[in-house]
């Protein structure tokens, strides 16, 4: 089961991608929109990692990665 949602996170991952170099190529507009969307998602993602490291850096924790 866990198998069968990695892949559909997989898929929806792949699938935004290549619909960000599809507008970038100048696609329709649902696809622009989907690469909106995929480009927003990357963005909190990455938000969330530097609010996470920022915290254990901050508290004297640490996770090892440095």
């Known amino acids: 089961m866990i198998g069968l949602l990695l892949l559909g996170v997989l898929a929806l991952t792949v699938g935004g991608c290549a619909c960000v170099v599809w507008a ?24 969330s990692r530097r609010k996470r490291r920022w915290t254990a850096v901050s508290s004297g924790g640490g996770d090892g990665d440095d």
């Open 24 to 47: 970038a190529r100048g696609g329709p507009g649902w696809v622009r929109g989907v690469a909106a969307v995929t480009l927003a998602a990357g963005e909190l993602v990455r938000g």
